[in-house]
């Protein structure tokens, strides 16, 4: 995700970054609990599971490659 990632600096921006838990990217899903089901029966390893985090269900996984990526489903409001 971030290049190039020989780059000196990198390593030690990516290590800060998963160690105060900052997500490198987020992407949205349909159904995250499908996405996290699928993904994790894949072996995709998930430092968060599935939770409700205000107006969003989330879930962070480990791209293996130093960068946490955050999936999210907008939850409904009481308008939708």
């Known amino acids: 995700m971030l290049e190039p ?3 000196p600096a990198i390593g030690p921006y990516k290590k800060a970054l998963v160690a105060d838990g900052i ?3 987020s992407f949205q899903v349909q159904n995250l609990d499908t996405e ?3 993904l994790s029966d894949g072996g995709v390893k998930f430092v968060t599971e599935p939770m409700d985090a205000g107006a969003v269900h989330m879930a962070v996984f480990d791209d293996t490659c130093g960068n ?4 999210i489903q907008m939850k409904e ?3 939708d």
């Open 5 to 7: 990632s020989d780059h």
């Open 23 to 25: 997500v490198a990217h």
């Open 36 to 38: 996290w089901k699928k």
């Open 77 to 79: 409001t009481a308008s």
């Open 68 to 71: 946490l990526i955050q999936l």
